[in-house]
């Protein structure tokens, strides 16, 4: 299963669809959970890390054969370094869980909606993943495999405080529920510090394509609950969700008023991104995403003809990485070579299509 998992664009969050779908790209669950009397992996050794792989291997095993949401298990250093960070450029698993180390794994689902880290910072870090604005979706079943596992494993917890977590911001429900949205307009019309700045003060962290200390390459960014303790799971997502929405709102505003403002000026924009992912000779990633955000914008104002109308832009956003570049070729390249093959696949990707 994870040759094909490495080998497509498409995973569960890049299908267009969902509520909002336009601007907000996908919603993640995360749990974090640590089994009872086995140290946390910021204090293992070789054997408790080796205890907790093969205790949760086996629930896996038990659980499939329930009938449960099939998991395939896999040790991460078993796995080729392209692999792993192909599965980071997925979201799959973390910077962490790429690099190498004998203990840790991974269970996955077939359509890439599940992903459960072990041996991360926690024990266990349980991810699920929906299109569009669906946190209550995305919880119901981060919310069954958590059940599922639970009733298999002792995780720690206690009476008064929750779950217990290796950070103390985990501590509590253990629930980061975050979305990761696309917000040109607020970037161009130079509102996204101010908006990010009242999200912190609300409790909500803005982090950047690939998590924290990661940059808003492309205008893609993270947000997500800070606290997790004395709040209900119900609480953290109808606030994400809320805060969400208004944020979706002023993106649609600021979107309207360059329609209206700086017609010219925005087609010349997606115009010219447009006209570089069709015709470039070389192109590097970041590159690669601010040239989609801008055609992203393009689309979803209808400034394109009808032939890129529901061209999904959104599996482009995993071809521009440089590990799958190179499963995608089938060979390990230098950023040059890299940068050559990126510029060719896009023009095949954007050979039809034109402006209103």
Known sequence: MIKKIVARTQ????????????????????????????????????????????????????????????????????LPALERQILLEKHLISPEQREDGVNKGLLINKDESISIMINEEDHLRIQV??????????????????DALESQLKFAFDEQIGYLTCCPTNVGTGL???????????????QARKVFSSLGQLGVAVRGLYGEGTEGIGNLYQISNQVTLGKTEGEI??????LTIQLV????????????????????????????????????????????????????????????????LNELLVLAQPGFIQRYMGKVMDSSERDITRANLFAQKFRTGGMK
């Open 11 to 78: 995973s569960s969050w890049t299908k267009q669809e969902g509520p909002y779908h336009q601007i907000v790209l996908s919603s993640r669950i995360r749990l974090a959970r640590n089994l009872c009397k086995l140290p946390m992996p910021a204090f293992q050794n070789e054997t408790s890390g080796f205890s907790v792989l093969e205790k949760v291997k086996s629930v896996a095993e038990t659980l499939n054969r329930q009938g449960n949401e099939r998991l395939y298990y896999y040790r991460l250093n078993e």
């Open 237 to 242: 997502m109808q606030n994400l969700t809320e």
């Open 129 to 146: 993943f929906c299109a569009g604005l669906q946190l209550e979706k995305a919880w119901e079943l981060a919310d069954q495999i958590d």
């Open 249 to 312: 709102e002023n993106e649609e505003k600021a979107r309207q008023w360059l329609l209206q403002e700086c017609t010219a000026q925005l087609k010349d924009r997606a115009g010219r991104a447009f006209g570089i992912l069709q015709n470039a000779a070389i192109l590097n990633s970041q590159e690669a995403l601010n040239f989609i955000s801008d055609v992203k914008m393009g689309v979803d104002l209808g400034l394109f003809e009808d032939q890129l109308q529901g061209f999904n």
């Open 176 to 190: 980061r529920a975050s979305v990761m949205i696309h917000v040109p307009a607020l970037v161009l019309t130079q």
